[in-house]
């Protein structure tokens, strides 16, 4: 068991390295908050509700789908080559406010005040307030006509963590 602990806002946050299956159903029901990084470091946040995990030749990726009106989907296209996702209770807060805003206009780390955590093994950061975080390395991505406008990201996971926090 690997167990890494950091300090937030006086919070001991600890993350424990785990399998893609590990809460998976919660997973794919939730609202989970994609992070993506532009070349000069700076990172963005959208809601993220449509995703797969699937083997694509050996390997386990998730997939997620994101529109070619996000700026998200520009950074995906144009940025660091990683992106991370981040769930649980704690995120809900960052929804409502991340999904009616673009990163095209402002910096929504800042906006709201949103705290981060570096990734473990991706340089794109998950959320502080995750209990769960999913970092992936793009491989890959796919256009088609019936995904009606949205773009298939390929993601190798590099690694899926649980959060813990102590006060
Ligand atoms: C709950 C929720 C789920 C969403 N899921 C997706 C999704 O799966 N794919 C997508 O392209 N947009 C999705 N959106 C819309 C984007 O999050 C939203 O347009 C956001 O403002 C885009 O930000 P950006 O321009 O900074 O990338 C969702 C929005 C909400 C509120």
């Keep these: 068991m690997v167990i890494i602990s950091k300090l937030v806002n006086s919070k001991l946050i600890n993350r424990e390295k785990v399998s893609i299956y590990t809460n998976i159903e919660g997973f794919f029901h939730e609202h989970l908050i994609l992070a993506t990084m532009d070349k000069n470091d700076r990172v963005n946040l959208m809601p993220l509700t449509f995703k797969s995990v699937g083997n694509i030749l050996g390997e386990i990726c998730i997939n997620i789908f994101v529109s070619n009106n996000r700026y998200s989907c520009s950074l995906l296209e144009n940025g660091i080559q990683e992106f991370t996702l981040s769930r649980g209770n704690g995120i809900t807060q960052y929804i409502e406010k991340t999904g009616n805003s673009s990163g095209?206009?402002?910096?929504?780390?800042?906006?709201?005040?949103?705290?981060?955590?570096?990734?473990?093994?991706?340089?794109?950061?998950?959320?502080?307030?995750?209990?769960?975080?999913?970092?992936?390395?793009?491989?890959?991505?796919?256009?088609?006509?019936?995904?009606?406008?949205?773009?298939?990201?390929?993601?190798?996971?590099?690694?899926?963590?649980?959060?813990?926090?102590?006060?």
């Design 104 to 167: 095209r206009n402002i910096n929504k780390i800042k906006e709201y005040n949103i705290p981060l955590l570096n990734g473990m093994e991706t340089k794109v950061p998950v959320l502080a307030d995750a209990t769960e975080s999913y970092e992936c390395e793009l491989i890959g991505s796919v256009e088609k006509s019936e995904f009606l406008g949205y773009k298939m990201f390929i993601g190798s996971i590099k690694g899926v963590y649980l959060h813990y926090k102590n006060s």
